[in-house]
């Protein structure tokens, strides 16, 4: 058996057998016969529609794609994707992906989620994912509210947020998932928006393309229960002023042209916005999302507010790390040709008892 190759960085999916040459799904290949069962007007549709109109661009078979899911109203969506999926256990997504990511080198696995569902119950889980680097693509409906318990506040709602578990507002800090999945060094970690679908999928195809976790929070309207949470960096007219559109390479900006502000790093290590004209062009800090310290793109992400007056959007970091099925893999193709068919009984029992052993009775 042939040692896994830990150092050469790959595509997300280069083990997946691919399409033959000429042969071509569309969007309608990767839409199930299952009717989409949510609020008129969730985001959600647009999410699931911007998904499938992206598979077909990787070129993989359907058969060679799995979506995971946990509780919640994002959880339905493996039912609406002709792939395979599974409908799975609340905030364990992450667990049962890692087991079929390790197990299934051959596959594409997606795991979809929801604030609740990812941040609270599936806490730990979802970190643990991110730390150990697994080909996973994690897509995390924030809507800031628990849509399918009709209306609770959740672990992203904001301060202050008066909800039917919450009568006098919620007194919780929220998290920042993106902070979050930095915090704990995840290699790709973006956000997007449901009703940007030319963004959203640029994103995406982004995230499958990278091989380790995919995080991507995607910001979705409930409008049931938390309707227009963001209205400020989705409507156009405020989206100008409000919106920070990472692009690597580039200067950190937020603001129309002719009214811009720019992200200037101060001699503390302090950053802040201030009018590009007042700014001192060797203080102004360029995204890097190739950078291996993810300090620069978490202070980044925590210049947000309640008041969404600064919303960075984009790619906050895409690193290359070797990720853990690929080394649970290796582990085993180690193991295996250490035995080879020709190996006798006291190797077999070299491996599996090592050199920490106890005789009871």
Same mark, same amino acid.
């Given at each position: 058996?042939?040692?896994?190759?830990?150092?050469?960085?790959?595509?997300?999916?280069?083990?997946?057998?691919?399409?033959?040459?000429?042969?071509?799904?569309?969007?309608?290949?990767?839409?199930?016969?299952?009717?989409?069962?949510?609020? #008129?007007?969730?985001?959600?549709?647009?999410?699931?529609?911007?998904?499938?109109?992206?598979?077909?661009?990787?070129?993989?078979?359907?058969?060679?794609?799995? %979506?995971?899911?946990?509780?919640?109203?994002? =959880?339905?969506? #493996?039912?609406?994707?002709?792939?395979?999926?599974?409908? =799975?256990?609340?905030?364990?997504?992450?667990?049962?992906?890692?087991?079929?990511?390790?197990?299934?080198?051959?596959?594409?696995?997606?795991?979809?989620?929801?604030? /609740?569902?990812?941040? @609270?119950?599936?806490?730990?889980?979802?970190?643990?994912?991110?730390?150990?680097? *697994?080909?996973?693509?994690?897509?995390?409906?924030?809507?800031?509210?628990?849509?399918?318990?009709?209306?609770?506040?959740? #672990?992203? @709602?904001?301060?202050?947020?008066?909800?039917? =578990?919450?009568?006098?507002?919620?007194?919780?800090?929220? %998290?920042?998932?993106?902070?979050?999945?930095?915090?704990?060094?995840?290699?790709?970690?973006?956000?997007?928006?449901?009703?940007?679908?030319?963004?959203?999928?640029?994103?995406?195809?982004?995230?499958?393309?990278?091989?380790?976790?995919? %995080?991507?929070?995607?910001?979705?309207?409930?409008?049931?229960?938390?309707?227009?949470?963001?209205?400020?960096?989705?409507?156009? &007219?405020?989206?100008?002023?409000?919106?920070?559109?990472?692009?690597?390479?580039?200067?950190?900006?937020?603001?129309?042209?002719?009214?811009?502000?720019?992200? *200037?790093?101060?001699?503390? /290590?302090?950053?802040?916005?201030?009018?590009?004209? &007042?700014?001192?062009?060797?203080?102004?800090?360029?995204?890097? &999302?190739?950078?291996?310290?993810?300090?620069?793109?978490?202070?980044?992400?925590?210049?947000?507010?309640?008041?969404? =007056?600064?919303? #960075?959007?984009?790619? %906050?970091?895409?690193?290359?790390?070797?990720?853990?099925?690929?080394?649970?893999?290796?582990?085993?193709?180690?193991?295996?040709?250490?035995?080879?068919?020709?190996?006798?009984?006291?190797?077999?029992?070299?491996?599996?008892?090592?050199?920490?052993?106890?005789?009871?009775?």
């Amino acid at each position: 058996m042939t040692a896994v190759d830990l150092e050469t960085p790959r595509l997300g999916y280069a083990d997946v057998p691919r399409l033959a040459d000429g042969e071509k799904l569309t969007r309608k290949d990767f839409t199930s016969d299952m009717e989409a069962r949510w609020c #008129p007007g969730c985001g959600d549709y647009a999410i699931l529609s911007t998904v499938q109109g992206m598979l077909p661009d990787l070129g993989l078979k359907r058969e060679n794609v799995v %979506f995971v899911s946990g509780i919640g109203c994002s =959880s339905r969506f #493996p039912y609406y994707v002709e792939t395979y999926g599974m409908h =799975s256990i609340h905030g364990r997504a992450p667990a049962i992906a890692t087991g079929i990511a390790t197990t299934r080198s051959d596959l594409s696995v997606w795991v979809v989620t929801g604030d /609740g569902d990812a941040l @609270s119950i599936g806490g730990n889980h979802l970190i643990h994912a991110l730390r150990r680097n *697994v080909n996973l693509k994690i897509l995390l409906f924030n809507n800031r509210i628990y849509g399918l318990t009709k209306g609770q506040y959740s #672990p992203t @709602s904001e301060q202050g947020k008066i909800t039917k =578990s919450s009568p006098m507002g919620s007194v919780d800090h929220p %998290f920042n998932p993106v902070s979050l999945a930095l915090g704990a060094d995840a290699t790709f970690v973006a956000r997007s928006t449901d009703t940007d679908r030319a963004h959203l999928s640029s994103i995406l195809k982004a995230a499958a393309d990278h091989r380790g976790t995919a %995080f991507v929070e995607i910001y979705q309207n409930c409008l049931i229960f938390n309707d227009g949470a963001f209205v400020a960096v989705k409507d156009r &007219e405020q989206q100008q002023e409000r919106a920070v559109w990472l692009t690597d390479g580039q200067p950190v900006a937020v603001g129309p042209e002719g009214n811009r502000r720019v992200l *200037v790093r101060d001699a503390a /290590g302090h950053v802040a916005y201030v009018p590009e004209a &007042e700014a001192d062009p060797t203080r102004v800090v360029v995204h890097d &999302e190739h950078a291996e310290d993810p300090g620069q793109a978490f202070a980044i992400s925590r210049l947000d507010d309640a008041e969404m =007056s600064t919303v #960075p959007l984009g790619i %906050f970091r895409n690193v290359s790390r070797p990720t853990y099925d690929d080394g649970v893999r290796a582990q085993i193709a180690t193991a295996t040709g250490r035995l080879g068919h020709e190996a006798g009984s006291d190797d077999l029992r070299k491996v599996l008892l090592g050199n920490d052993t106890w005789t009871v009775g």
